[in-house]
């Protein structure tokens, strides 16, 4: 038997769901295409509309085509589901961004105390396993790249129509031996472990969003960022030998996920959900108390240099550095002095009479024996904090990243003087939108609201 057999010859059913959103907890489908192939060829067609039960918002009736009006007579789920599974009994379940279209069936017959499996092959990783050079992988690159045509883009019939087409040409440009292996490796069964339901590793999808491990007890252990949530997750239980993923693998007991409309979103919502919920296995961000500072005085008789936290400063924006904890800040400051021949005495880091110990180790110009003017070390101190002066905000008022996930869903987070929709600073959110305004992220759009 060539290899192809045992991939692209079995039955196959492409799939295609148009649904409210993206969310297959939260979501309905409104509409299910299937199209039945056999040997290479198709065989059957099927296609309903679905009454979803809520409302469609406005973008997706947009994006789809399908409106309120013509869902309002269509039959629920319940009443299609009998006829949508027998179709899909005992076929290789194909769909584009897979993962999405099989985690809202799962969810749908769930609903109706029904179980759900079938083996999964996503074309999206077909394309790029096929065609990796290539940039684009979502439909409308796969049908560009091949020449395939759709009558119907964005509606579930027409969209399974172009999955089938796809195959078709994978079968007919790629010989058995090289198409075989890579269907059957992408089908394959994903290791996981044994407490967890197998199941979780054909639902998760295919794209940026954040994951929670949760324990016993249901108590939160980990919370991570991925721009392929499939990938990320499953990675951390592919290889045990470092101690974070020995510790997950043995302590997991449940996995839940948020999809984000791009990569941006995930760094935000990763960085919020650490600092508000402390997973203990986070070992970045989950100190979430005060933030330090350190401020220049002028007043000649006090010490040069204060810590302090942030928050007590009267004007946050005149103080150099943001650290976690006290210590950090000292020891941030006595490197500066090391660095740059301050006197540790004058800016607060030793107490007594006499000289500091730098100026007997020749690392001190002896402002604290007269020897330099204080007004020039207060200079030459100045510039050596320079590097930790945080960024002045450079807009006018608030401003907005937006990002649009493939099925065209809206997410923009606002943030004003680095503060994330009127919440107290955060550092790690600070560090992101910094780093973002610096090396955009790709499908991130800038909007500056201007003055608030």
Request: aromatic share 8%; charged share 30%.
């Amino acid at each position: 038997m060539a290899a192809a057999d045992g991939a692209l010859e079995r039955p196959i059913a492409c799939v295609d769901l148009e649904t409210t959103g993206g969310h297959a907890g939260r979501d309905r489908v409104m509409e299910a295409g299937i199209v039945l192939v056999e040997d290479g060829a198709v065989v059957a067609e099927y296609a309903t509309l679905v009454n979803p039960g809520v409302r469609i918002p406005y973008a997706i009736q947009q994006f789809t085509g399908i409106t309120q009006e013509m869902v309002a007579d269509a039959p629920p789920f319940a009443a299609v589901a009998q006829d949508i599974a027998a179709r899909l009994d005992g076929r290789l379940f194909v769909a584009h961004n897979a993962r999405f279209d099989y985690g809202f069936l799962r969810n749908e017959f769930r609903r109706l105390g029904r179980r759900f499996r079938a083996p999964v092959l996503c074309t999206v990783r077909l394309s790029r396993a096929l065609t990796p050079a290539e940039r684009g992988h979502n439909l409308d690159a796969v049908m560009a790249r091949h020449g395939i045509a759709c009558e119907a883009r964005h509606r579930a019939l027409g969209d399974a129509r172009v999955l089938a087409e796809f195959l078709a040409i994978a079968r007919a440009q790629w010989p058995a031996e090289a198409l075989g292996p890579i269907v059957e490796r992408l089908v394959g069964t994903a290791r996981l472990p044994p407490q967890l339901d197998p199941g979780i590793a054909d639902e998760l999808p295919e794209g940026p969003g954040v994951y929670l491990f949760y324990g016993e007890d249901d108590a939160l252990l980990y919370v991570g960022k991925a721009k392929n949530l499939a990938s990320r997750v499953l990675a951390h239980f592919a290889d045990t030998r470092a101690k974070l993923e020995r510790e997950l693998a043995a302590l997991v007991r449940r996995i839940e996920w948020i999809e984000t409309a791009g990569e941006f979103g995930a760094l935000v919502t990763e960085a919020r959900l650490i600092r508000a919920r402390r997973p203990p296995l986070n070992r970045r961000g989950r100190d979430a108390g005060a933030l330090w500072a350190i401020r220049l005085r002028e007043e000649a008789a006090l010490p040069l240099a204060e810590i302090r936290e942030l928050d007590a400063l009267d004007d946050p924006g005149a103080s150099y550095g943001l650290f976690r904890r006290r210590v950090d800040a000292e020891r941030a400051l006595a490197g500066l002095a090391r660095e740059h021949a301050l006197c540790a005495k004058r800016l607060g880091l030793e107490a007594g009479e006499g000289s500091c110990v730098g100026l007997q180790l020749g690392r001190c110009r002896g402002v604290c024996v007269g020897r330099e003017p204080p007004a020039l070390h207060a200079v030459r101190a100045r510039l050596a904090l320079a590097g930790l002066k945080r960024r002045e905000w450079p807009f006018d008022g608030p401003i907005g990243v937006r990002e649009r996930d493939w099925r065209g869903v809206q997410e923009t987070h606002v943030f004003d003087r680095w503060c994330y929709e009127g919440e107290p600073f955060d550092l790690d959110l600070y560090r992101i939108l910094a780093g973002f305004l610096d090396r955009p992220i790709r499908g991130a759009e800038l909007i500056r609201y201007g003055k608030a």
